[in-house]
T-cell receptor, first 111, second 115 residues
Framework: EDQVTQSPEALRLQEGESSSLNCSYT??????LFWYRQDPGKGPEFLFT???AGEEKEKERLKATLTKKESFLHITAPKPEDSATYLC????????????FGQGTRLTINP | DTAVSQTPKYLVTQMGNDKSIKCEQN?????MYWYKQDSKKFLKIMFS???????INETVPNRFSPKSPDKAHLNLHINSLELGDSAVYFC??????????????FGQGTRLTVV
């Protein structure tokens, strides 16, 4: 069964303090690994898809990387508006396109 | 223009009632989903439809019945509501099988509270 574990569960940073969020996964053949951002009371907002080990994608202060066992979401010089829950999900080649999500990392950036 | 829209946003109802949640997407996607987010914020798939055909049914009680009248709409009907059904329900859509990009886009959620 496909599984995703995210760490830490919660992370509090000062504005400008860079850090990384971890997503460890087990899947029987990876179709894609997805990062989403979720603000309170809203639906998950798509950020990135990574398809193969070694792939990297960037968007503003966020950079996602992928290995065969885990993905990292690096946040550089974060701002308070980056505060949100970040969700990682995998899609296996046998999963009929369903996403299996981790429990998320709740990120708080203090001004 | 909202890509994936759900109604209602909030739903408070008594145990034993029957209720429906509606979802529409204007992205031209072939695949639509229902996900449930529990109190611990875990998102878990319930159903998936591809071109109006049910392709995923993840051991959901048969009190939950999805219906897809066309590929832009996927509704969720729940019979005999129980306290444990309280959660946030998200509709999502993605391009169909065989497409290069398979990322799902989510609606804003329906917070269901059963009292």
């Amino acid at each position: 069964e496909d599984q995703v574990t995210q760490s830490p569960e919660a992370l509090r940073l000062q504005e400008g303090e860079s850090s990384s969020l971890n997503c460890s996964y087990t899947v029987s053949g990876l179709r894609g690994l997805f990062w989403y951002r979720q603000d309170p009371g809203k639906g998950p907002e798509f950020l990135f898809t990574l398809y193969s080990a070694g792939e990297e994608k960037e968007k503003e202060r966020l950079k996602a990387t992928l290995t065969k066992k885990e993905s990292f979401l690096h946040i550089t010089a974060p701002k308070p508006e980056d505060s949100a829950t970040y969700l990682c999900a995998v899609q296996g080649i046998q999963g009929a396109q369903k996403l299996v999500f981790g429990q998320g990392t709740r990120l708080t950036i203090n001004p | 223009d909202t890509a994936v829209s759900q109604t209602p946003k909030y739903l408070v109802t008594q145990m034993g009632n029957d209720k429906s949640i509606k979802c529409e997407q204007n992205l031209g996607h072939d695949t639509m989903y229902w996900y449930k987010q529990d109190s611990k914020k875990f998102l878990k798939i319930m159903f998936s439809y591809n071109n109006k055909e049910l392709i995923i049914n993840e051991t959901v009680p048969n009190r939950f019945s999805p219906k897809s009248p066309d590929k832009a709409h996927l509704n969720l009907h729940i019979n005999s509501l129980e306290l444990g059904d309280s959660a946030v329900y998200f509709c999502a859509s993605s391009p169909g099988f065989g497409e290069m990009n398979t990322e799902a886009f989510f609606g804003q959620g329906t917070r269901l509270t059963v009292v």
